[in-house]
C-alpha cells in the first residue's frame, strides 16, 4: 500500500514538474 502512495506522488510531482517546464518555456518564447 505504501508503495502505491509513494508510485502515485511520484507522477504527480512529474506532472506538475512538466506543467511548470512548459509554462516556463511558452513565456520564454512569447
Do not use: P, S, Y
Not at 2 to 26: N, Y
Amino acid at each position: 500500500m505504501k508503495r502505491l502512495i509513494v508510485r502515485l506522488l511520484i507522477v504527480a510531482a512529474g506532472f506538475v514538474l512538466v506543467h511548470r517546464m512548459r509554462d516556463a518555456q511558452e513565456h520564454a518564447f512569447a
